[in-house]
């Protein structure tokens, strides 16, 4: 059986429908991303990655493995012809830019002194909420949306961060209460 570990990240070998449409569907704006990218390979390396950043907080480090469901899954999506693998990156530049525009494109930022500055200030302001960080850990892994942070920042272990807005964290927080 292949590995399907790439950075920390498990993929599922096969995955069903509604796996499928909740996390590896691309928004019409997710699709006119991808469609800036020259090449196939390079369309579908995108919406992987794209998928996988949002998902997992990660980017993959190698396109092997990925499970041809999902492949031709966003194949379908994109009105490319299915293949059965993807091959690894070619030119390592074009990979590092695209990794850049999805981080900016999903809003990432690297987790600098400011941002661990901002984090600290939002974490305490939360506790002076009365909520604790075993109750989010709770509510994040069993909410309704538990796929989704649950708190307005967003911290990834890889040293990035994104902030949503008040309301974004505020409909998180009210779907797991």
């Known amino acids: 059986m292949p590995d399907r570990r790439q950075t920390g990240v498990m993929l599922p070998e096969d995955p069903g429908e509604e796996e499928l449409a909740r996390d590896w569907t ?3 704006a997710d699709h006119g991303e991808v469609l800036r990218c020259r090449g196939d390979d390079n369309r579908r ?8 950043l ?10 092997a493995a ?4 999902i492949l031709n899954h966003l194949n379908r999506q994109l009105g490319l012809s299915p293949v059965p693998k993807l ?6 530049a074009t990979e590092t830019g695209h990794q850049q525009r999805i981080r900016e494109y999903l809003k990432f930022r690297t987790f ?3 941002a661990r500055q901002l984090l600290e200030e939002h974490l305490r302001a939360r506790l002076a909420q009365g909520a604790w960080p075993e109750d989010r850990t709770r509510d994040c892994r069993s909410g309704p949306r538990a796929r989704i942070p649950l708190m307005h920042t967003h911290v990834i272990p890889n040293g990035t961060y994104r902030f949503g807005d008040e309301e974004e964290s505020d409909r998180y927080y009210a779907a797991a209460s």
């Open 45 to 52: 390396r995108f919406a992987i990655q794209l998928c996988v």
């Open 66 to 69: 990925v499970p041809v469901r």
């Open 26 to 28: 691309l928004s019409e």
């Open 112 to 114: 600098d002194e400011e």
């Open 54 to 63: 949002r998902q997992y907080g990660t980017f993959l480090d190698r396109y």
């Open 87 to 92: 091959a690894e990156v070619e030119r390592e």
